[in-house]
């Protein structure tokens, strides 16, 4: 057994990550999950009103590994970027710490990942305009994550800065951007949301009929992006529901009596393991509530672990001497 641990940098992680694998990895997870191969104790929030944002705490086993992603969530940040992580990855069955990551792009393309996931299951088959509220790191992921599932000819996008609307369709400059109203953007096949909105900013008149939306944003308690009319009247996927209910877009209507656990369809687990229908009728209103769960992380970080070692990326040290680990 090689005695050493990996270290991977960001340029190590931007230089092996690939949506499409990241994609798969993450739905074997989300299956894993449900069929109960995979083990994920609660997110463990440490919040830091002082300085607007907080540090989560994200452990979870799949397989013979296991992982501990440590991230920041802070919204104001400037010279930063709003989300920063690290991710360890041990041996699951002695301890050992095979890896330790830059988990700032696996956090981006994994939640991408997973709206691309539900978006499989959930969106009708023929969406093929994308609409994106909220166009900073994470909207680029949900760019590119929904495009590798679907046919996408039109992407609408808004956001309250023109310039993060601009730095997005340059980065993108690849597919068909054109920045649009909130309303007209919320009227796509597809909507993602990914903003750290904490009062609605998305109407229910602006939904059409078949829509699905990826609400992103809310993924801590307080935070909300949608009208709760939009909840009430769509079919509703969760990716974990003491998460969701604790912090993602549910959060707030559950709180308020608006809805109850009930009317949660699923948790996306559930689908992809093929327990429960997705889309069932083509005017259904779908909703996947992503909140972001360590099982992702997981899947990824050994995803990278893997192809790091196949191309010979990152630096190995000895984090933990020999005479420890005898």
Same mark, same amino acid.
């Given at each position: ?20 694998? !990241? ?6 997870? *989300? ?19 002082? *300085?607007?944002?907080? *540090? ?93 599932? *679907? ?120 689908? !992809? ?54």
């Amino acid at each position: 057994m090689r005695e050493e641990t990996l270290i991977l940098m960001h340029k190590d992680i931007k230089d092996l990550i690939e949506m499409k694998k !990241v994609i798969e990895a993450v739905e074997n997870a *989300f299956r894993g999950f449900e069929e109960g191969l995979c083990r994920m104790p609660p997110k463990v929030y440490l919040d830091l009103p002082e *300085f607007s944002g907080d *540090f989560r705490a994200m452990p979870a086993r799949i397989g013979r590994c296991a992982t501990l992603k440590w991230v920041n969530s802070h919204p104001e940040n400037r010279g930063y970027p709003t989300v920063m992580a690290v991710v360890i990855l041990n041996d699951a069955r002695t301890g050992f710490p095979l890896a330790v990551m830059d988990g700032t792009l696996i956090t981006t393309y994994r939640t991408g990942a997973a709206s691309a996931v539900a978006s499989k299951y959930l969106a009708r088959n023929d969406s093929s305009t994308l609409g994106l509220v909220g166009c900073g790191v994470q909207a680029r992921s949900q760019l590119l994550a929904i495009s590798e599932v *679907f046919d996408i000819d039109l992407v609408k996008i808004y956001d309250i800065s023109e310039e993060k609307m601009q730095q997005l369709k340059r980065d993108a400059s690849g597919y068909n951007i054109v920045y649009a109203p909130l309303e007209e953007v919320s009227a796509c096949d597809i909507l993602s949301t990914t903003t750290p909105a904490r009062k609605p900013i998305i109407r229910r008149e602006w939904i059409g009929e078949g829509a699905h939306i990826n609400a992103i944003g809310s993924d801590a308690p307080g935070k909300q992006e949608l009208d709760p009319r939009i909840i009430q009247d769509a079919k509703v996927v969760v990716d974990e529901i003491e998460q969701a209910s604790n912090g993602g877009e549910i959060n707030v209507p559950l709180k308020r009596g608006i809805i109850s656990r009930d009317h949660v369809w699923a948790e996306l687990g559930e689908i !992809v393991a093929g327990k429960k229908p997705g889309r069932v009728r083509a005017d259904e209103i779908t909703l996947f509530d992503s909140t972001g769960l360590a099982i992702q992380d997981a899947a990824t970080a050994e995803l990278i672990y893997n192809l790091a070692k196949k191309e010979d990326r990152g630096v190995w040290v000895e984090l933990i001497p020999p005479a420890a680990v005898a």
